[in-house]
């Protein structure tokens, strides 16, 4: 499991998924999230803009990111 550190209070799923390297750039994310295959905190997430704060585990295609 990798961990990404927040900079700010939150960080948007689509931005995320970009630092974090889940992604090539942010408009896959965003058809990612639209097709229900990302999960937040084990539940699938339709929202590219929720926000993502510390302790909140975002999960794709195996990967996972933990964010601090």
């Known amino acids: 499991m990798d961990k990404f550190v927040l900079k700010d209070d939150f960080i948007k799923l689509c ?9 090539s750039n942010g408009s896959d994310a965003k058809f990612l999230i639209q097709d229900g295959l990302v999960k937040v905190n084990g539940e699938v997430e339709y929202q590219r ?3 993502i704060h510390a302790g909140d585990v975002v999960e794709y295609n195996g990967m996972k990111v933990t964010v601090e």
């Open 15 to 23: 931005q995320l998924m970009k630092a974090a390297n889940m992604v």
């Open 49 to 51: 803009g929720k926000k």
